[in-house]
């Protein structure tokens, strides 16, 4: 079974800076993608970034991007130049490649994020 | 992008009925998915909701409790039966729009609440 760990329960920023959010996973799987989602107030999930697990390239959205370390099983993310609106529960989400298993989300618990203005 | 939509966005019932929640899509899907997040918790998923067979479901979820119909590519539901209190939480839809690609993308939620 896929675990995801996020041992940051809650982080605060000051507007305009940078910040890092964690995530570990475990899997023995090879074939994998891991996400990136914000819960805003409003609760509507939404996507921020993807990586496919064989990409060595990291991936990036804008103000978004990660660190992804295959062997370490760790999967950051990296909010640039962060915005009052980014203010959000950011989940970190682990799915085996469809093409080997079953298209189910493992989430983490987790981190609350509070940019300061 | 394609919308989704959920109905009820929220509700509150009283104990051991039974709530009816409806996710529709503007646009065909392939897979659509059933999650639950408990308060202060993260989501998980309930069942894949299949068209034209029986959802499969997650461990710890059974269909007598959470029955779920996918009667075409573009609309799913799920019932919350004989509920209790332990059932209140944001109920989630999501979609992937084609077949063996890995990325999911989710209604706004229903809000239950269970007195």
């Known amino acids: 079974a896929q675990t995801v760990t996020q041992s940051q329960p809650e982080m605060s920023v000051q507007e305009a800076e940078t910040v890092t959010l964690s995530c570990t996973y475990d899997?023995?799987?090879?074939?994998?993608?891991l996400f990136w989602y914000k819960q805003p107030p409003s609760r509507q999930m939404i996507l921020v970034i993807r990586?496919?697990?064989?990409?060595?390239q990291n991936a990036t959205e804008n103000r978004f991007s990660v660190n992804f370390q295959k062997a370490a099983k760790s999967f950051s993310l990296k909010i640039s130049d962060s915005q009052l609106g980014d203010t959000a529960m950011y989940f970190c989400?682990?799915?085996?490649?469809?093409?080997?298993?079953?298209?189910?989300?493992?989430f983490g618990t987790g981190t609350r994020l509070t940019i300061i203005p | 992008s394609a919308v989704i939509s959920q109905k009820p966005s929220r509700d509150i019932c009283q104990r051991g009925t039974s709530l009816t929640i409806q996710c529709q899509v503007d646009?065909?899907?392939?897979?659509m998915f059933w999650y639950r997040q408990q308060p202060g918790q993260s989501l998980t998923l309930i069942a894949t909701?299949?068209?034209?067979?029986?959802?499969?479901?997650e461990s710890g979820f059974v269909i007598d409790k959470f029955p779920i119909s996918r009667p075409n590519l573009t609309f799913s539901t799920l019932t919350v039966s004989n509920m209790s209190p332990e059932d209140s939480s944001i109920y989630l839809c999501?979609?992937?729009?084609?077949?063996?690609?890995?990325?999911?993308?989710f209604g706004p939620g229903t809000r239950l609440t269970v007195l």
């Open positions: 999501s979609v992937e729009f084609q077949v063996g690609t890995d990325t999911q993308y």
């Open positions: 899997t023995s799987e090879n074939n994998y993608y």
């Open positions: 990586q496919e697990a064989y990409k060595q």
């Open positions: 989400a682990f799915m085996i490649d469809p093409n080997f298993g079953n298209e189910k989300l493992t």
């Open positions: 646009s065909q899907v392939t897979m």
């Open positions: 909701a299949n068209q034209g067979s029986e959802a499969t479901y």
